[in-house]
């Protein structure tokens, strides 16, 4: 995790990326409360690729996103056109096939195809998978499951982002939400 040294260096490097940036009192500090569970060796490559790529200074958002999108390229999440190839061209069965000579003979080896990524996987059996995509309705397939993994990506980066005290609320367990549902019930049978 980022200590405050590492954070304030970070700040500094990127002060000297956007000279026009004046730097409150207050901001390193700020920018360590937000940032100090991140590993600083994250962080600072975080800041090097909001240097090359912001017109501005980079809020703690933008780093902790270049974070996340740092973290997916090294997770080697497929593009959603890369999921998309890889569900349309996957076989049914899920298995490989190929043809072996073996003492004279013809084998045909078969083998499990393991997918690329597993949520790859996940959204590919949400849509219906090997029953999807239909072939008739092979354009809306398509954009619905860009959409739908999209999403998950998104989502999948966004919750392994969350500050700890963030992550451990959400966590807490879910509010229990029957009794107000019961007792909207019962005011809509009235």
């Not at 954070?7 to 009192?25: E, H, Q, T």
């Not at 069965?93 to 597993?118: A, F, M, Q």
């Not at 019961?182 to 009235?190: G, S, Y």
Request: charged share 25%.
């Amino acid at each position: 995790m980022a200590t405050k040294d590492e954070v304030v260096k970070i700040l500094a490097v990127l002060g000297a990326a956007y000279p026009n940036f004046r730097m409150a009192a207050e901001t390193p500090a700020a920018y360590y409360e937000f940032l100090n569970d991140l590993p600083g060796e994250e962080l600072l490559l975080a800041a090097r690729v909001c240097a090359n790529s912001g017109t501005f200074f980079p809020s703690v958002h933008e780093l902790r996103r270049a974070v996340g999108e740092l973290r997916t390229g090294r997770a080697g999440v497929p593009s959603p056109y890369e999921a998309w190839q890889e569900v349309t061209q996957r076989p049914k069965d899920g298995k490989g096939k190929r043809l072996l000579s073996e003492n004279g003979g013809w084998v045909i080896e078969t083998w499990d195809i393991p997918w690329s990524h597993p949520l790859v996987e996940r959204v590919a059996y949400q849509m219906g998978w090997p029953d999807f995509p239909i072939s008739d309705e092979i354009g809306v397939d398509r954009a619905h499951f860009l959409r739908a993994y999209e999403q998950v990506v998104e989502r999948a980066g966004r919750d392994g982002l969350q500050p700890p005290e963030v992550l451990a609320y959400l966590r807490s367990g879910e509010p229990d939400v029957s009794r107000e549902i019961k007792a909207l019930a019962e005011r809509l049978k009235r």
